[in-house]
């Protein structure tokens, strides 16, 4: 922390060797080390600054995935860091308590810079929080999920033959590690879950009848919990779970077969038939009490009625409205303090999912409660519609563009991007 109270993180982005279960000598990308980077934390009010170095020997930008920001900050594709050069964003938390992140945004290289290693959370600690475990690593532990292919011990890069959302990959990694088992330790724990995968989607869900409780989604805490016994994230997407396995027993977070809304051969291919093991979670014989979570959690956001509908369509896996991403075009200008509606639908038979920059935004007629709470990535099956609710504050610049994109990094790299200002 410096003298006028800004909270300072150093973050360098750098190569090395990691062992991801396939020998010590797997080539990795990370922050602050080798693989995957630190978690970044700071409170609601505070100002901050990330000091980003770039020691990867080639350009590339650091994002900070679902924070409210003015738009130099964002660290987008306009935001470009060169090989041995720091930038250095600043600005002061103003949202409530959520599991953020972070990850590269080079226009044409994200899937690359991400599957190689860069990502990490970004967790925003509000005051207005009630109760909940939070004793970090011990009973609130971030669990960063990644599907990655190697081969000859090396990650493997080369997209999926069969499909066009790049690389699916079998073996699953958690903060980096394989087959990983967390020892429990307290009556609940809490999960902060964050699909950091290129392309997967899971549909989690507890062994030996294991249910848990939603208490956040993308942008922070719902109204109160949800019981639930699977739960859905498609890239980019987050979700806190709390869960309590009985003393002495052990259960399996894990992803199974889900509903993608694709055809039989485009599902299998996208993953969707896939059954893979997340986590053991292994409860000792006597479990700390600590605690559970209450019933009401905080209060909805009213964003007001939309001044504006905007519709998107997506019309290809490198285009939206028939329009692939252009660096030097402004796609869409919004008024600073409006409401919005924004309407996107999936016009192909492929998966796609929608994110959108600096807002936390409201899915509207959704019957998912897993949908219930602040989002800034959706998924959208073939041939659906979601609206979207969003208010744009605080933040204008007519210059700098932020994104809003398809999260399958494949996609958004081929194109299936667009820009909008704030003014
Ligand atoms: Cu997580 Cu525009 O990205
Ligand atoms: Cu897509």
Redesign the pocket.
């Known amino acids: 922390t410096e003298a006028d109270g800004t909270r300072v993180f150093d973050l360098t982005m750098q190569r090395g060797t990691t062992d991801l279960g396939h020998g010590s000598a797997t080539e990795t990308w990370g922050v602050n080390g080798s693989y995957l980077g630190p978690t970044v934390r700071a409170a609601r009010g505070e100002r901050v600054r990330l000091n980003v170095s770039n020691e990867l020997g080639e350009i590339s930008t650091l994002h900070w995935h679902g924070m409210h920001l003015p738009a130099a900050m964002d660290g987008g594709p306009h935001q470009m860091i060169e090989p041995g050069e720091t930038w250095s964003p600043q600005w002061t938390i103003d949202q409530p308590a959520a599991s953020l992140w972070y990850h590269p945004h080079l226009h044409g290289a994200t899937a690359e810079h991400v599957y190689r290693g860069i990502a990490g959370m970004f967790l925003i600690d509000d005051a207005e929080t009630p109760e909940l475990p939070s004793t970090y690593g011990v009973d609130d532990v971030p669990l960063i999920v990644q599907d990655k292919r190697f081969r000859d011990g090396q990650l493997d890069l080369r997209p999926g033959m069969f499909t ?2 790049g690389i699916i990959g079998s073996d699953i990694l958690v903060n980096g590690t394989r087959a990983p088992f967390f020892d429990v330790t307290t009556e609940h724990v809490r999960l902060r879950l964050l699909n950091a995968s290129n392309a997967r989607t899971y549909n989690f869900t507890f062994t030996e009848g294991v249910t848990f409780a939603l208490i956040a989604t993308d942008g922070g805490l719902l109204a109160g919990p949800v019981r639930l016994s699977h739960l859905m994230l498609s890239p980019g997407e987050r979700a806190e779970i709390v869960v309590s396995v009985p003393a002495g027993s052990s259960t399996v977070l894990r992803s199974v077969t889900q509903p993608l809304g694709l055809d039989m051969w485009t599902n299998r291919f996208s993953g969707g038939d896939d059954s893979l093991d997340i986590l053991e979670l292994r409860a000792g014989h006597s479990l700390t009490p600590n605690s559970a979570v209450p019933d009401e959690l905080v209060a909805p956001r009213d964003l007001g009625e939309p001044a504006v509908t905007r519709t998107f369509t ?1 019309s290809g ?1 490198s285009e939206f409205n028939d329009q692939t991403m252009d660096m030097g075009r402004i796609d869409e200008v919004v008024e600073v303090n409006t409401t919005e509606m924004w309407e996107v639908r ?1 016009g ?1 038979g ?4 929608f994110h959108v920059h600096d807002v936390q935004f409201q899915v509207l007629d959704s019957r998912d409660p897993a949908l219930a709470g602040p989002k800034d990535t959706v998924y959208i099956p073939p041939g659906e519609t979601v609206r979207l609710l969003m208010r744009f504050e605080h933040y204008t610049d007519p210059e700098v563009p932020y994104m809003y ?4 990094l ?3 790299d081929r194109g ?1 991007m667009g820009q909008f200002v704030v003014i």
């Open positions: 066009e959302a997506i896996s999936n192909t492929a998966p796609h999912n994109h398809c999260h399958i494949a996609h958004e299936l």
